[in-house]
């Protein structure tokens, strides 16, 4: 059995901050402190992850035409299993209803994020419409 070296009280805590002052984040400034504040400097060998990815991500999808205005809403409480915690939220424009909806799925090592998963909801637009762009740009 695996057994746990994370708090699950801080795994939760970097499920919700992820969500709000990183993708929620308009301001790349203060969106890049915070992931510096909580980001591993490096991803686990043979993964892609660590700052600076999570930083272009986070800042590429609050730059498109669609997106700059959008707020993150959970969608229920995050749920944590050993070192590792998922997060369901919505997304679209703030007190309206989502225009999509997905999961955030986080590794976390030493107290920070090592790896982030986003996953959205196949049936959302914005799904289609990232699975319709060249391998390049998803």
């Known amino acids: 059995m695996i057994q746990p ?6 795994i939760r805590e970097l499920l919700s901050r ?20 909580f980001g591993a400097a490096d991803a686990p060998p043979g993964m892609v992850g660590g700052r600076g990815a999570i930083d272009q991500f ?9 997106h700059p205005h959008y707020a993150y809403t959970p969608s229920g409480d995050p749920q944590v299993l050993h070192n590792a915690g998922r997060l369901a939220w919505g997304s679209g424009p703030r007190g309206e ?8 799925v986080i590794i976390v090592r030493d107290g ?12 959302s637009a914005e799904f289609r419409r990232r699975a319709a762009w060249p391998p390049s740009e998803r």
């Open 18 to 37: 992820n969500l709000q002052k990183v993708f929620g984040e308009g301001d790349a400034g203060r969106r890049r402190a915070t992931i510096d504040e």
């Open 58 to 66: 986070a800042g590429d999808l609050r730059a498109t035409a669609t």
């Open 112 to 123: 920070r994020i090592a790896a982030l998963y986003v996953f959205l909801d196949e049936s």
């Open 5 to 10: 070296n994370e708090s699950p009280d801080r």
């Open 97 to 104: 209803a989502p225009d999509y909806t997905g999961w955030d």
